[in-house]
Each structure stands twice: as structure tokens, then as C-alpha cells.
């Protein structure tokens, strides 16, 4: 039981290029969540999937897009990188029952040029 | 809306002390509170939980309890370690927010280190 993956785990990027981070759970969660992290700011939610074939925008989500590919797997994707997107990303995924709590995947750090 | 807001750091500590991390909180609905850790260079861990008021979360010597009357949620533990340098986050979870998809709602994290 891995828990939650994602790839890669870092990479650079030129502004304006492309690239879709990857992420992937394997126990069996409805829900699953894509957040940047800055330092100073915490832990912003830039969009979620409350379950396979939703999505929906959380606080930050100018300049992504997201594929709930299937129930296991939740890709990011950045169109056009900006250097304001440099960051740490994590996914994560929650349960569905009892006390619902939230599993984050070690992160993706992204600097972009 | 939500929020959650936490002393600043950075903490820092000898081995052996107290440690107390504030948290605040403000919340429309009856949130659950939550503590992640972040050790360098890894993604989040939950720390401890807590759903209901007067409730003690607690894991590896920390402790925290919810506190509806004063909206607080404060990580201790009573004896620091070296291995307990990391940054801490507080957070709630409200079904009511994000339309029933319990988003977490972050404070901006502590970070503590903890010298021998």
C-alpha cells in the first residue's frame, strides 16, 4: 500500500513551457486535492475532485487545469508555466467515512525560469 | 469563510522543553481540527484529530485540545526532541465548506527546531 504518489519530484522549467504533474492513490478515495505550497502562505487549495469525473476550482486556481484520468489518478497541468508558479505541489485524498482525513503525497517541487 | 491562524515562528527550542503552538480558528459550521507535520523534505503527516469539542487529540507525546469556547486548538508536548524539528500546521475541516468536499483549510505553519 503505497498511499499517495506523485511524479516527478522536481523539475525546471522555462517560462512558457508545459508539463503535467502526476499523481495517484491506492486506497480506494472518492476525493482528491491539488495545493501549492509558498513559504509563508501554508497550504492553498488550487482544485479538488470530490469524486471520478468532477472537479471543481479551490482558491487558486488561475493558470491550471486538472484530469481526474480515473478514480485512482488526479494530473495537474500547467499550460504555460510562469515563474509565479514556482512552488511545492502535493496531492492528496481523503477518506470517505468516520472522520474524514486527508493523505498528502511527499510533493512536487517546481521551479520555473 | 474559513481560517486558521497560527503563533509565528520560527520556535526554537532545547531538548527536553515545552512546547506549546497556537492555533486560533474561525469557522461557519462545526469543524474538524486537525495537526499536520512536515518533516524537511517530505510531504504532510497528520499529526493528531480532533472532531468535537472538549475532544483530546493526541500521538507520539503531542497533545492538542478542541476548544469551541475559545476557537483554539494548542499542540503540545511536554518534552521536546531533536527528531520533533519540523514544520507544524494547523487546520480545520468543515463539511460545509466547498460544497460537502471537506476541503482543509491551512494556517500558514510553525516551524520548530529543537537543539540538543
Keep these: 500500500n503505497a498511499g499517495v504518489t506523485q511524479t516527478p519530484k522536481f523539475q525546471v522549467l522555462k517560462t512558457g513551457q508545459s508539463m503535467t504533474l502526476q499523481c495517484a492513490q491506492d486506497m480506494n478515495h472518492n476525493s482528491m486535492y491539488w495545493y501549492r505550497q509558498d ?3 501554508g497550504l492553498r487549495l488550487i482544485y479538488y475532485s470530490a469524486s471520478e469525473g468532477t472537479t471543481d476550482k479551490g482558491e487558486v486556481p488561475n493558470g491550471y487545469n486538472v484530469s481526474r484520468l480515473n478514480k485512482r489518478e488526479f494530473s495537474l497541468r500547467l499550460e504555460s508555466a510562469a515563474p ?3 512552488s511545492v505541489y502535493f496531492c492528496a485524498s481523503r477518506t470517505q467515512s468516520g472522520l474524514v482525513t486527508q493523505y498528502f503525497g511527499p510533493g512536487t517541487r ?3 525560469l | 469563510g474559513n481560517s486558521v491562524t497560527q503563533m509565528e515562528g520560527p520556535v526554537t527550542l532545547s531538548e527536553e522543553a515545552f512546547l506549546t503552538i497556537n492555533c486560533t480558528y474561525t469557522a461557519t459550521g462545526y469543524p474538524s481540527l486537525f495537526w499536520y507535520v512536515q518533516y524537511p ?3 504532510l503527516q497528520l499529526l493528531l484529530k480532533a472532531t468535537k469539542a472538549d475532544d483530546k487529540g493526541s500521538n507520539k507525546g503531542f497533545e492538542a485540545t478542541y476548544r469551541k469556547e475559545t476557537t483554539s486548538f494548542h499542540l503540545e508536548k511536554g518534552s521536546v526532541q ?3 524539528s519540523a514544520v507544524y500546521f494547523c487546520a480545520l475541516s468543515d463539511r460545509n465548506s466547498g460544497a460537502g468536499s471537506y476541503q482543509l483549510t491551512f494556517g500558514k505553519g510553525t516551524k520548530l527546531s529543537v537543539i540538543p
Design chain 2, 41 to 43: 523534505g517530505e510531504g
Design chain 1, 84 to 86: 509565479s508558479q514556482t
Design chain 1, 110 to 112: 517546481l521551479l520555473v
Design chain 2, 82 to 84: 531533536v527528531s520533533d
Design chain 1, 39 to 41: 513559504p509563508g502562505m
